[in-house]
């Protein structure tokens, strides 16, 4: 995710620009630049490392007290220099950084256009720019204030005018911002890292807020001009604590952020009226989604049962008949492609060597590629005809969590639009758009109480095999579970197919082989309970998934992890989001670093 950092004081702005930006680096990103208020203001960007930045910079003598700096992951446009932040407007007087997204940035573009303003990114950041720049008679807060009332979607945003000079103007909305002042000046960024070197007292802007930052003080406001108080908080963090936000592992906070991935990968694509989703990434193949007979998912690890889960989602809403295989496999196959097929790959780097191998083989045939990435602007973005990116940030933990919540997600608004493509009605479209809506809160539901997970996964940590099983959407979500568990604990694990443990695997049961077993409140309920009768008969012990109205699963066993209950299709995203706390905890409480496991790599670029 991008970063932001600025700052306003007696000093060179310089030196603390590149050094927030440096201490943002944990986050991902793909380019950076900063601008400089002394004079003039000047303004560098560099695609690719800060130190590339900090060599430019070193050669162009920027100076001032007032400046901004941003890292950038793209969203809007490439990577390039001219996308890269900050933005400034047709006469070099406002310089913007911005994170977040805004929605409705091609419409304000157009009038802006029409009204002369020229743009050089293909950026959403820029329009912000050129709006504030309409807007402006001398006093940039209120030019700020009057842009952000024509502004929908979400920002943390620092601005500077060389025009109204001794102050930043900030605002928030769905985006963080912090302030921090000491006796060098006043800080800014979108994350305590950035600056809590400086101090560690900070004030967290809210969503709504505006503050008008100068060296020794600043006041903050909405957009209304009523001023707003906001308490000082003192944090005791270090700088790897602040990096994970207070955490104490990278993938626990990602975890913990998957309410905001998941709206993040909806925002602005389900079109409630319309019972459909909206994915602008398709909007040029929409006639040849149409006419397609067959899907293929190609992908790898996490990212192949997000495919899996997929498969069954895209079959209920659609009925297109979809083929999921491992991208490894795939590549090597004797491949039988049929007309009118198209292709999903799936991949949160985007970089996975066997899934682009697979894609440079698809390519020789005449067949539609679509891409579903998390890493824009990546080699499998660049390579595919279309596609949509799932939004969720840069994930640093090696074992995927908001990743494939959000490509199930996403898997979930192309199934919603090929269904409403063909026979899926208005109502049960609108049924499954409100649904998707409903699950970032009914994920922080899982997320506000996970004593009873922590409990479970403590009960069983010394265990040294687990069977994790599921029917249905519960099949890929118990492979997902297992693999969870043995990279990140190093137990050995197998996820199963319940029906299929009668066929082989249900000999190794016995009370050292505990089975986690996914029994929701769904059409597939009664033949899972069967399955726990037959592994208990076996002296199997099992941990049940369940919903609360289900009370006879305690009947069934005594450790049982509850989720909210919700329609059948969502349940691979609880229930996998229940599996990546318990494996956590159980990697934490073996004393394993479940963020660095051993003999894994986050890309896995090679073969
Ligand atoms: O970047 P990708 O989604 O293409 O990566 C594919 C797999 O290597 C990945 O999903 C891996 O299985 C997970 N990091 C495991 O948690």
């Given at each position: 995710?991008?970063?932001?950092?600025?700052?306003?004081?007696?000093?060179?702005?310089?030196?603390?620009?590149?050094?927030?930006?440096?201490?943002?680096?944990?986050?991902?990103?793909?380019?950076?630049?900063i601008a400089v208020l002394g004079e003039e203001i000047g303004c560098v960007k560099e695609v690719g490392k800060i130190e590339k930045l900090e060599e430019e910079v070193s050669k162009n003598e920027l100076k001032g007290s007032i400046g901004i700096g941003h890292s950038r992951w793209a969203t809007h446009g490439g990577v390039t220099e001219e996308n890269a932040h900050p933005h400034w407007d047709c006469e070099k007087n406002i310089f913007v950084v911005h994170n977040g997204i805004v929605e409705n940035y091609k419409e304000i573009k157009n009038k802006l256009i029409k009204r002369g303003h020229k743009f050089v990114s293909d950026t959403d950041t820029e329009v912000i720019a050129h709006l504030i720049e309409h807007f402006f008679k001398g006093d940039l807060e209120s030019a700020v204030k009057k842009a952000l009332r024509i502004i929908k979607g979400t920002y943390g945003?620092?601005?500077?005018?060389?025009?109204?000079?001794?102050?930043?103007?900030?605002?928030?909305?769905?985006?963080?911002?912090?302030?921090?002042?000491?006796?060098?000046?006043?800080?800014?960024?979108?994350?305590?890292?950035?600056?809590?070197?400086?101090?560690?007292?900070?004030?967290?802007?809210?969503?709504?807020?505006?503050?008008?930052?100068?060296?020794?003080?600043?006041v903050i406001s909405d957009i209304k001009e009523k001023i707003k108080e906001r308490e000082e908080v003192t944090l005791d963090w270090d700088i790897e604590d602040s990096q994970k936000n207070g955490y104490p592992h990278f993938m626990i906070k990602e975890i913990a952020e998957q309410p905001e991935s998941i709206t993040n990968s909806m925002r602005g694509r389900i079109v409630l009226e319309?019972?459909?989703?909206?994915?602008?990434?398709?909007?040029?193949?929409?006639?040849?989604?149409?006419?397609?007979?067959?899907?293929?998912?190609?992908?790898?690890?996490?990212?192949?049962?997000?495919?899996?889960?997929?498969?069954?989602?895209?079959?209920?809403?659609?009925?297109?008949?979809?083929?999921?295989?491992?991208?490894?496999?795939?590549?090597?196959?004797?491949?039988?492609?049929?007309?009118?097929?198209?292709?999903?790959?799936?991949?949160?780097?985007?970089?996975?060597?066997?899934?682009?191998?697979?894609?440079?083989?698809?390519?020789?045939?005449?067949?539609?590629?679509?891409?579903?990435?998390?890493?824009?602007?990546?080699?499998?973005?660049?390579?595919?005809?279309?596609?949509?990116?799932?939004?969720?940030?840069?994930?640093?933990?090696?074992?995927?969590?908001?990743?494939?919540?959000?490509?199930?997600?996403?898997?979930?608004?192309?199934?919603?639009?090929?269904?409403?493509?063909?026979?899926?009605?208005?109502?049960?479209?609108?049924?499954?758009?409100?649904?998707?809506?409903?699950?970032?809160?009914?994920?922080?539901?899982?997320?506000?109480?996970?004593?009873?997970?922590k409990e479970v996964a403590e009960k069983y940590k010394d265990f040294k095999n687990f069977f994790f099983i599921g029917r249905r959407y519960g099949y890929p979500a118990s492979l997902e579970g297992s693999l969870k568990l043995k990279e990140i604990s190093y137990i050995h694990s197998e996820g199963y197919p319940a029906g299929e443990l009668k066929h082989g695997p249900i000999a190794l049961i016995d009370e050292s082989f505990p089975t986690v077993a996914i029994c929701l409140s769904n059409s597939v309920y009664e033949k899972m309970v069967s399955n726990v009768e037959e592994i208990k008969a076996r002296n199997g012990r099992v941990i049940v998934l369940a919903n609360r109205d289900k009370k006879d699963v305690k009947e069934l066993t005594e450790d049982v992890i509850y989720l909210p209950t919700a329609p059948e299709f969502v349940s691979p995203v609880l229930a996998v989001v229940c599996f990546q706390l318990f494996s956590y905890y159980v990697s934490v409480s073996l004393g394993r670093d479940p963020d660095k496991p051993r003999n894994l790599a986050k890309s896995v670029t090679v073969e």
């Open positions: 995710m991008c970063g932001i950092v600025g700052y306003v004081g007696e000093n060179n702005a310089t030196p603390f620009l590149l050094k927030g930006l440096k201490r943002l680096e944990y986050r991902g990103y793909d380019s950076s630049g945003l620092v601005v500077i005018a060389k025009k109204d000079p001794g102050k930043m103007v900030a605002a928030r909305m769905f985006s963080p911002l912090v302030i921090s002042v000491n006796d060098k000046g006043s800080f800014v960024a979108s994350d305590p890292s950035a600056i809590i070197t400086h101090s560690k007292k900070m004030i967290f802007l809210e969503d709504g807020d505006v503050a008008v930052i100068q060296k020794d003080n600043f319309e019972g459909s989703a909206k994915l602008g990434g398709l909007e040029l193949v929409e006639e040849e989604l149409k006419n397609t007979k067959k899907i293929s998912i190609i992908a790898c690890g996490t990212s192949y049962y997000a495919g899996i889960t997929g498969k069954y989602l895209i079959e209920e809403f659609s009925g297109v008949p979809v083929e999921v295989s491992l991208a490894s496999e795939f590549r090597y196959r004797k491949k039988v492609i049929e007309k009118d097929e198209t292709f999903i790959f799936i991949s949160q780097s985007g970089e996975t060597a066997d899934t682009l191998a697979a894609l440079q083989e698809v390519k020789k045939k005449d067949v539609l590629t679509l891409g579903i990435v998390n890493a824009v602007g990546s080699s499998i973005a660049r390579e595919t005809d279309a596609g949509v990116y799932n939004h969720a940030g840069p994930e640093i933990g090696v074992a995927s969590t908001k990743a494939f919540t959000s490509q199930v997600v996403v898997l979930s608004l192309i199934a919603l639009f090929l269904g409403r493509q063909r026979n899926l009605s208005l109502e049960e479209g609108k049924e499954v758009a409100n649904t998707l809506l409903s699950l970032p809160s009914l994920v922080s539901e899982i997320l506000k109480d996970d004593s009873e997970i």
